[in-house]
T-cell receptor, first 116, second 118 residues
Framework: EAGVTQFPSHSVIEKGQTVTLRCDPI?????LYWYRRVMGKEIKFLLH????????ESGMPNNRFLAERTGGTYSTLKVQPAELEDSGVYFC??????????????FGEGSWLTVV | AQTVTQSQPEMSVQEAETVTLSCTYD???????LFWYKQPPSRQMILVIR??????QNATENRFSVNFQKAAKSFSLKISDSQLGDAAMYFC???????????????FGTGTLLAVQP
């Protein structure tokens, strides 16, 4: 069974440009999460989808970030326009079934974003 | 709000030796989960071990075990018989025990980079 896959694995863009990160969760997983780790700091929650609906987007830093999950399958996270402080690793994760504390969350390898 | 603290940015251990990674957390909740995740270089982050706060017995998974001290809010990870493949970034994480509704997101520490020396 395929795990959580993310694309691109690495991206270097200039300040002011746009980047779109993609996440394919494990098949059948209704819950999809985005997290971000700025270098040297903790991994922070960005948002949570249940199928195609945003359950919680309290971690989104500002309106330059837009996440979508059309059809409840894969998700995209767009940063427009990118700023230097957006550099970091963006993790996607998924879990199955009805939201439950006990369900294991599976992570992807992360998308490394560098804004120069 | 809950917080997780990992005070060891880097650790090193000799192959076959034992190492303990520290994690403390702060919460006012009585029910919650604690996790250790491992991320090898350029690989997926995987779950190493989990502990339910209501369980007094420390969780173990083969060579990995935890020392869960609820009163002290401490959750350390012990790796026995360290192997080269254990080299990775280790993250401690907290998750509320909710009964539905709002997202029970993971709250992470800053991570500990573990090197295993041959």
């Amino acid at each position: 069974e395929a795990g959580v896959t993310q694309f691109p694995s690495h991206s270097v863009i200039e300040k002011g440009q746009t980047v779109t990160l993609r996440c394919d969760p494990i098949s059948g997983h209704d819950n999809l999460y985005w997290y971000r780790r700025v270098m040297g700091k903790e991994i922070k929650f960005l948002l949570h989808f249940v199928k195609e609906s945003k359950q919680d987007e309290s971690g989104m830093p500002n309106n330059r970030f837009l996440a979508e999950r059309t059809g409840g399958t894969y998700s995209t996270l767009k940063v427009q326009p990118a700023e230097l402080e957006d550099s970091g690793v963006y993790f996607c994760a998924s879990s199955q079934g009805r939201q439950s504390s006990g369900n294991t969350i599976y992570f992807g390898e992360g998308s490394w974003l560098t804004v120069v | 709000a809950q917080t997780v603290t990992q005070s060891q940015p880097e650790m090193s251990v000799q192959e076959a030796e034992t190492v303990t990674l520290s994690c403390t957390y702060d919460t006012s909740e009585s029910d919650y989960y604690l996790f250790w995740y491992k991320q090898p270089p350029s690989r997926q982050m995987i779950l190493v071990i989990r502990q339910e706060a209501y369980k007094q017995q420390n969780a173990t998974e083969n060579r990995f075990s935890v020392n869960f001290q609820k009163a002290a809010k401490s959750f350390s990870l012990k790796i026995s018989d360290s192997q080269l493949g254990d080299a990775a970034m280790y993250f401690c994480a907290y998750r509320s025990y909710l009964y539905g509704g709002a997202t029970n997101k993971l709250i992470f520490g800053t991570g500990t980079l573990l090197a295993v020396q041959p």
